[in-house]
């Protein structure tokens, strides 16, 4: 008798949970810049996440995941730019993507701690002859399905260097001797960043750029402490 109240118990506990997460609705992925890379229908059914774009959606200490595409730090809401070093220690999982407005041409020394690469300079964003990048983590969830087929070609990027403690995950052959990273991930306290040193709207040729970027979400979503 008393291991089947036990039980009951249990279910009992087990369905609350499950109410208050179906009441608490999907985790929420917050975009900010120019995010039109992401097909937020297309990620929602395969990650069952909600993107959006409008930072009163939530605050920042239960978004799951915040998507920094090519916008100035200058421009971020003053929560986002106040609150970014703690929301990353908290948990968080922040992707930036690169641009004319991002890193250092962005401005995002002001938070280089939590940034993957070591900005170099205040204008980085730069052409660089193209050539195919190197793989140096191929088994990297972000290349699932991908690492094998080949990839895309990348001619501008953010000039920058791999910062020590970060793994780099694709690197771009450049011009000569020199080797400039193109995706990069950094675990900052409870948190973690993934760098793209590219604009990923520059890539709708590659037939393989959606899967890269559900792959990018889905692993930072897992990864993410927050927002559940």
Not at 72 to 95: C, D, I, K, R, T
Not at 122 to 135: E, G, K, L, Q, T
Not at 174 to 200: H, K, N, T, Y
Request: no cysteine.
């Amino acid at each position: 008798m008393r291991l089947r109240k036990i039980v009951l118990v249990g279910i009992y506990v087990m369905l609350g949970w499950a109410a208050a997460a179906e009441a608490a609705g999907p985790r929420v992925i917050l975009a900010l810049g120019n995010a039109s890379f992401i097909d937020a229908q297309a990620i929602l059914k395969a990650t069952g996440a909600e993107v959006t774009q409008n930072p009163g959606k939530a605050p920042l200490k239960d978004v799951a995941v915040l998507v920094l595409a090519d916008v100035p730090f200058g421009s971020l809401p003053q929560p986002v730019q106040g609150g970014l070093v703690e929301y990353v220690n908290s948990g968080g999982a922040v992707l930036i993507t690169g641009g004319a407005q991002s890193f250092g041409s962005g401005g995002y020394k002001a938070v280089a701690p939590i940034i993957p690469f070591e900005i170099r300079s205040d204008n980085d964003w730069r052409a660089v002859p193209f050539r195919s990048p190197i793989s140096l983590q191929p088994g990297h969830p972000i290349l699932a399905g991908i690492s094998g087929q080949g990839f895309f070609t990348i001619g501008t990027l953010n000039d920058m260097n791999p910062r020590p403690g970060a793994t780099e995950i694709l690197q771009s052959p450049g011009g000569g001797s020199f080797m400039s990273p193109l995706i990069a991930e950094l675990a900052v306290g409870a948190g973690r960043v993934v760098g793209v040193a590219f604009d990923p709207n520059g890539l709708t040729g590659w037939n393989l750029r959606d899967l890269f970027v559900r792959n990018t979400l889905d692993y930072l979503l897992a990864s993410s402490r927050l927002g559940r």
